[in-house]
């Protein structure tokens, strides 16, 4: 399966929103767990959310209450929205999908990656 980042991305207020959207391949998308990863300048791609093909929702804690991650199977499409943006959620953002279903915090878990999105909040 191929991910593709579509609109989204950009730069924010600290206080804003922003939503980033991915759009997969194929149309057995809905057999796979979503996820959204980030890495940060100088930093580790880190986890930040994940929805399993069941529809159960993960979040890290450094985004849960603020982030809603969410998909269209009818779309194939795999959408992030960002709210109460922080500046230390400047990062690029990685969509990704994984078949297990496990681990869903580990980035080497995740077979297909679509290319990065830049986020940038200023304060």
């Known amino acids: 399966v191929q991910l593709q980042a579509s609109g989204g991305g950009g730069l924010a207020q600290a206080g804003g929103f922003l939503g980033l959207s991915c759009a997969a391949s194929?149309?057995?998308?809905?057999?796979?767990?979503a996820g959204w990863f980030r890495q940060g300048p100088g930093k580790d791609r880190e986890f930040v959310a994940t929805?399993?093909?069941?529809?159960?929702?993960y979040y890290a804690d450094s985004v849960k209450g603020r982030f809603t991650i969410s998909r269209d199977n009818a779309k194939n499409t795999v959408h992030l929205q960002m709210n109460s943006l922080k500046p230390e959620d400047t990062a690029v953002y990685y969509c990704?999908?994984?078949?297990?279903?496990?681990?869903?915090?580990?980035?080497?878990?995740?077979?297909?990656w679509g290319r990065g999105t830049l986020v940038t909040v200023s304060s």
């Open positions: 990704a999908a994984q078949m297990a279903g496990r681990d869903y915090w580990r980035p080497n878990v995740y077979g297909y």
């Open positions: 194929s149309r057995t998308f809905r057999n796979y767990s």
């Open positions: 929805i399993h093909w069941s529809g159960s929702t």
